[in-house]
């Protein structure tokens, strides 16, 4: 599957999250008024935590990692509109390497839970952790690129 088929497949999968669960709107209570708050100020690992049992956090922490996932793609779209044939091809490289790192880092930590319940919550986790710390770097090398 290509990149851009990814991304479509990611936008979409959210899009049914957010419908179907009323925990995903776009928007939070802050004191009296609501307001627009992008999935990467989100505050995953509550959300997370809040499920009632391991299978419920397993759940959630699912959400929030295709909610994260969207949200990387809906970046990378958004740049490489901005970059030429090359610069694309170079970007989709690193998000193709990065997306190999995350799982197998996932993995890895995972495995310290190898035949327990709580080694799929611990990859859930893992995973929410680094899609945060993708979208950040993301927006950092799009940032660095503009001022080299």
């Known amino acids: 599957m290509n990149f851009h088929a990814k991304c479509v497949i990611g936008v979409f999968a959210v899009a049914v999250i957010v419908y179907l669960s009323p925990t995903f709107g776009a928007r939070v209570t802050d004191g ?19 499920g009632e049992t391991n299978l419920d956090m397993k759940m959630r ?6 909610a994260l996932a969207a949200r990387i793609d809906a970046i990378l779209i958004s740049q490489k ?3 030429d044939a090359e610069a694309v091809k170079l970007l989709e490289t690193n998000q193709d390497a990065w997306l190999v790192y995350a799982k197998s880092k996932a993995e890895y930590m995972a495995d310290a839970y190898r035949g327990g319940s709580h080694s799929g919550l611990e990859y859930g986790y ?6 945060l710390e993708r979208v950040a770097e993301l927006k950092q090398m799009h940032e660095d690129r503009q001022t080299p």
């Open 32 to 50: 009296e008024a609501e307001v627009d708050v992008p999935p990467e100020q989100r505050d995953w690992h509550t959300y997370i935590s809040g």
């Open 61 to 66: 922490a699912s959400e929030a990692r295709d």
């Open 81 to 83: 509109k901005e970059l």
């Open 126 to 131: 893992v995973l929410v952790g680094m899609h």
